[in-house]
């Protein structure tokens, strides 16, 4: 009996004395976090977020610094709001913080297992950029497909016309997410998913405008992982039903692919769908039916909403501002001739077009916090330790406005990137819409041409002038807060044929 007793006194010291050694560790770690506002009890710092949580943050940092820890319900989360920060995150330190941490809308059809943006660096997740990146949209494949987005815009061009006789207002943000995703059809399917006369395209154009609406909502199941299984608000369940309708659409598309394939003397269509129906039946690359199906659901999603978004920003931010829309038509006329038609061959001719799309990614990031990244480790960064499992938040809206580095940051001045060699390729971290490090968004070349393509092409073509004589300086550039950061008013403008 004695030696048992000096055995579980034994026992019990080492576990009182491990015990104290997590204290002490817990409270070392918590002194070195980065500095942050006091926390709530239960809530943390969520009352602090308001409902443009961008602004609000590049706000506390103000006080707290480019390196911030808040807690969020039960989430410990660092915000990095300078251009120095980011870079610690993407390039030094990028290995530790190229995971995800998950939004629960995000798991619906078990999509963050196999979604290219949400599944950790894997092999599945090599093989997806490698085919993003040499098959999709490399730029010899863009470059062969061009003709495709020219005559997407001249159809775009042939209905503002139609507007123009009559002089009624255009929706800039509908038109821009017709011709989106229309593109984006065409270049994987060669078909029109946006035809107005079609009720399948109807309804796809209103599943993914309802799966942007629901992504963007505020979710009490990511900041309190317990109450994930309940689904409070019913997000994961109507995101389930949004996702199946747009996989079962697709999945019934290349079913019919398939068997076009196998008929006698089919002819290829050689569009994306294509590319990848010949790399599974290879299985060259080893990827599945399902995985295909979702990175498709990716393209469509995170291309067409945020394409049209930043369109419509670059339009409001012209209008607004005449001498500079002034400025970019008589940059096209003398390069391209007014009211030719705008080349994708022309966009390197056109530093000014390219200056007023850098301008509006700055000022108006169409992503404003990036994608959440996850810490893997703790991880030491100036003095500071951002936690292991910790949440990340890259406010590219803040950097975008940082007063260190850009002069009057809140005024737009296409000018300022003239000369410049800073670009949106995630090499300058002044300039981050698209992310940076590995995680960068692959579809950025295919973006940022179909961007200048409409833009140029509207401008160069018509007069605009905002509905019902608004004054340029009066136009409402208030934003809304979601997956994506919009207009809170649609843009609506009336085109004259020039």
């Not at 209008?319 to 061959?345: D, F, H, T, Y």
């Not at 916090?369 to 910790?390: T, Y």
Request: proline share 6%; glycine share 6%.
């Amino acid at each position: 009996m004695e030696f048992l007793s000096i055995i579980l006194c034994i026992i019990v010291t080492w576990i009182f004395i491990q015990a104290l050694r997590s204290i002490s560790r817990a409270k070392t770690k918590s002194s070195k976090l980065p500095p942050g506002p006091k926390p709530l009890p239960i809530i943390g710092n969520l009352h602090q977020l308001g409902n443009k949580p961008h602004r609000s943050l590049a706000e506390l940092a103000k006080i707290h610094g480019p390196l911030m820890t808040m807690k969020l319900g039960q989430v410990t989360t660092i915000v990095v709001s300078s251009a120095t920060m980011a870079k610690e995150i993407l390039q030094t330190h990028d290995q530790s913080f190229s995971n995800r941490t998950i939004p629960d809308a995000l798991r619906a059809q078990q999509h963050d297992s196999v979604g290219l943006p949400w599944i950790p660096v894997s092999p599945l997740w090599r093989t997806l950029r490698k085919i993003c990146n040499t098959q999709l949209f490399a730029v010899k494949i863009l470059d062969g497909n061009q003709n495709l987005r020219k005559r997407k815009v001249q159809e775009l061009l042939a209905d503002v016309h139609r507007s123009s006789l009559t002089r009624e207002a255009v929706d800039i943000g509908s038109a821009a997410f017709t011709t989106t995703l229309n593109l984006l059809s065409n270049t994987i399917f060669s078909v029109d998913l946006a035809d107005p006369n079609s009720e399948m395209a109807r309804d796809f154009r209103e599943t993914v405008l309802n799966i942007m609406e629901v992504a963007g909502k505020p979710n009490l199941g990511d900041f309190f992982p317990v109450l994930r299984k309940i689904d409070p608000h019913g997000i994961r369940r109507s995101m389930t039903v949004y996702f199946g309708r747009v996989l079962d659409l697709f999945g019934r598309i290349i079913d019919q692919r398939l068997q076009f394939r196998k008929s006698p003397g089919s002819i290829r269509h050689n569009d994306v769908l294509d590319t990848l129906l010949d790399i599974t039946e290879e299985n060259s690359e080893g990827i599945n039916k399902t995985q295909i199906l979702h990175l498709l659901l990716v393209l469509f999603v995170a291309g067409t909403d945020t394409t049209a978004s930043t369109f419509q920003w670059a339009m409001a931010e012209l209008l607004r501002n005449p001498e500079i829309m002034s400025r970019a038509r008589a940059e096209l006329e003398q390069i391209v001739g007014k009211r030719n038609p705008v080349e994708e061959s022309d966009i390197a001719r056109l530093p000014y077009l390219q200056a007023v799309v850098k301008e509006t990614y700055r000022l108006h990031p169409v992503v404003p916090l990036l994608l959440p990244r996850k810490a893997e480790a703790d991880v030491e960064i100036r003095d500071f330790i951002v936690p292991k499992n910790a949440q990340i938040f890259v406010n590219a809206w803040a950097i975008g406005r940082e007063s260190s580095t850009w002069e009057d940051p809140n005024s737009f001045k296409p000018e300022r990137f003239l000369g410049s060699e800073i670009d949106v390729k995630g090499r300058s971290f002044e300039l981050i819409p698209f992310g940076g490090g590995r995680r960068i968004c692959p579809g950025l070349p295919l973006a940022t041409r179909m961007l200048h393509l409409m833009l140029g092409s509207l401008i160069n073509s018509f007069e605009w002038k905002l509905e019902n004589g608004t004054k340029p300086e009066d136009l409402n550039m208030e934003d809304k807060f979601g997956i994506s950061l919009e207009l809170a008013q649609p843009l609506r403008a009336v085109p004259l044929s020039l």
